[in-house]
C-alpha cells in the first residue's frame, strides 16, 4: 500500500530557482525520508528526520515534518541542472519492521 | 567502498525459467529487502530480512522466494518466472531506523 504521497507530481524550473516538494502520510512514522533517482537508476538517500524533528538541513537541502498534519516538505534552494530526477518520501511505519512506504514520487526537470 | 551490489544489472528470460537475482552489502546491515518498481505503481516491498535466516513477506511477494543464510547476501529467486514479474528490481540494506542503502538496480524482461 503507498503511505505518502508526493505533491506536485511534476515540476519543471529554471535553474537557480527553489523547489519545493510536498509528501503526506497516513499513519503514524519512527521517521520519514527522502530519496532521489535518476532515471532508471537505484535511489540515493538524501535526508532522514525522525518525528520529533521539525526541520533538518543539508547542503541545498531543507526537509521540514509536521507529524500533527501528517506531512512533509523538501527544499532545494538555487536548483542546478543536474538536480533533475524524480524524488521520492518514505515512511517507515510506527512498527521497527524497517519497511519502507514510498510514495510515487516527483519528478524535478530543472532547465538550464 | 561502502555499497550495495546486485546482478545481474539486465536479465531477458522467458517464461517459467528458474532465476536468481543476487544482492550483496559490505556494510554489515542486518536489514536487508527488496523492492519492485513499475510505473503509475511507485516502489513496493516484496521480501524484507532482519537478520540470517529472518525473513518475511512484503507488499508484493507472490512468485518471489527469498533466503539470508548468510548476513551479506539476500538472493531474490524466481522459481517460475511470468510476464508480470517483468519490472525494475532493488535490494537495499540499513541498519534499522537508519537510512537505506540501495543497489543500482536489475532490470528484469520475461518473455
Known amino acids: 500500500s503507498q503511505q505518502g504521497e508526493e505533491d506536485p507530481q511534476a515540476l519543471s524550473i529554471q535553474e537557480g530557482e527553489n523547489a519545493t516538494m510536498n509528501c503526506s502520510y497516513k499513519?503514524?512514522?519512527?521517521?520519514l525520508q527522502w530519496y532521489r533517482q535518476n532515471s532508471g537508476r537505484g535511489l540515493v538517500h538524501l535526508i532522514l528526520?525522525?518525528?520529533?524533528?521539525r526541520e533538518k538541513h543539508s547542503g541545498r537541502l531543507r526537509v521540514t515534518l509536521d507529524t500533527s498534519k501528517k506531512s512533509s516538505s523538501l527544499l532545494i534552494t538555487a536548483s542546478r541542472a543536474a538536480d533533475t530526477a524524480s524524488y521520492f518520501c518514505?515512511?517507515?511505519?510506527?512498527?521497527?519492521?524497517?519497511?519502507?512506504?514510498f510514495g510515487q514520487g516527483t519528478t524535478l526537470q530543472v532547465k538550464p | 567502498e561502502a555499497q550495495v551490489t546486485q546482478n545481474p544489472r539486465y536479465l531477458i528470460t522467458v517464461t517459467g525459467k528458474k532465476l536468481t537475482v543476487t544482492c550483496s552489502q559490505n556494510?554489515?546491515?542486518?536489514?536487508m529487502s527488496w523492492y519492485r518498481q513499475d510505473p503509475g505503481l511507485g516502489l513496493r516491498q516484496i521480501y524484507y530480512s532482519m537478520n540470517v535466516e529472518v525473513t518475511d513477506k512484503g507488499d508484493v511477494p507472490e512468485g518471489y522466494k527469498v533466503s539470508r543464510k548468510e548476513k551479506r547476501n539476500f538472493p531474490l529467486i524466481l522459481e517460475s518466472p511470468s510476464p508480470n514479474q517483468t519490472s525494475l528490481y532493488f535490494c537495499?540494506?540499513?541498519?534499522?531506523?537508519?537510512?537505506?542503502?540501495f543497489g543500482p538496480g536489475t532490470r528484469l524482461t520475461v518473455t
Open positions: 537495499a540494506s540499513c541498519h534499522l531506523g537508519y537510512e537505506q542503502y
Open positions: 528526520i525522525r518525528s520529533n524533528e
Open positions: 518514505a515512511t517507515d511505519g510506527s512498527g521497527n519492521t524497517g519497511k519502507l512506504i
Open positions: 499513519t503514524s512514522i519512527n521517521n
Open positions: 556494510m554489515n546491515h542486518e536489514y
